[in-house]
């Protein structure tokens, strides 16, 4: 079972001590994502965090080790806070609100991010490493409140660890609906392997001007990868959003254009 993975060794501390810590750790996520891929739940290649392309900018680093890659994100599962959030918008958090997972760090570096205390790449960040069971456990907690949906916020960088999350949630026999609230800096391959686990996406649209998306949040291709990754968004699933009798939101998109004051 999924409990048996621990996420919560510090790979670093393996690093500075027992190399053969670090191994354990990757051949157990190994294992977990290749049980994930046999039963077609996800085609995540096992190895992707050895070797990370998980987002357009392609590190190629070895997440399970020092070798950070853009992200300064781990492999383990490092999130900010998850919670109870009334602050999306009515169609997505309804009337009882939506359990957001907010993923530590981002694969964009905007200078004006309104969560820069948990998305700066910096090391002083709100941040902590959950175990799985932890997780689990804080998510099922909201939605036997009544809450609908559980929300993945900045999870670009956290794709393999975000479908660990929801197969272990649908595993305690829950069905809440999946939301991707993405920056839109995404790859099409990595979208088109969630097609049918993402129930709604909600893309940021930000820049249409390289200059801008380079001077602003340190990604001058963000135009070009955006619109290719909403394109795939849309592709899976169309132009209507669909509600359920309360008017909440269980599948479509909803996009999100940055507008500047002035």
């Known amino acids: 079972m999924f409990d048996e993975v621990t996420f919560t060794i510090n790979i670093n501390k393996y ?8 191994w354990l750790v990757f051949v157990k996520l ?13 085609k995540t290649d096992p190895t992707v965090l050895t070797e990370c392309t998980v987002c357009p900018h392609n590190c190629r680093s070895n997440r399970y080790s020092g070798q950070r890659g853009y992200c300064n994100a781990g492999a383990g599962f490092e999130i900010a806070s998850i919670c109870l ?8 958090g309804g009337i009882t609100g939506i359990c957001n997972v907010f993923f530590s760090r981002c694969n964009l570096q905007c200078i004006y991010c309104q969560n820069c205390q948990i998305s700066s790449n910096s090391e002083d960040i709100v941040n902590r490493e959950w175990s799985l069971h932890e997780i689990v456990g804080k998510i099922t907690y909201f939605l036997d409140k009544g809450c609908k949906a559980v929300g993945f916020v900045s ?6 660890q975000m479908l660990i999350i929801i197969e272990a949630i649908k595993r305690t026999g829950r069905n809440p609906v999946i939301i991707y609230n993405t920056n839109a800096y995404e790859k099409v391959e990595v979208l088109r392997n969630l097609e049918g686990i993402i129930d709604v996406y909600i893309p940021d649209f930000k820049y249409s ?5 380079g001077g602003l949040s340190d990604a001058r291709d963000y135009p070009e990868v955006a619109e290719k990754a909403i394109k795939e968004m849309f592709r899976q699933k169309g132009a209507p959003l669909i509600t359920d009798d309360d008017g909440q939101a269980i599948s479509g998109m909803i996009i999100r254009y940055l ?4």
């Open 15 to 22: 690093l500075t001590t027992e190399k053969a810590g670090c």
């Open 30 to 42: 190994q294992h977990c994502l290749m049980r994930l891929s046999e039963t077609r739940f996800t």
């Open 85 to 92: 959030h009334h602050g999306e918008e009515p169609p997505v």
């Open 155 to 160: 999870p670009s960088h956290m794709v393999p």
């Open 209 to 213: 001007d390289p200059e801008l998306a």
């Open 259 to 262: 507008v500047f004051p002035g």
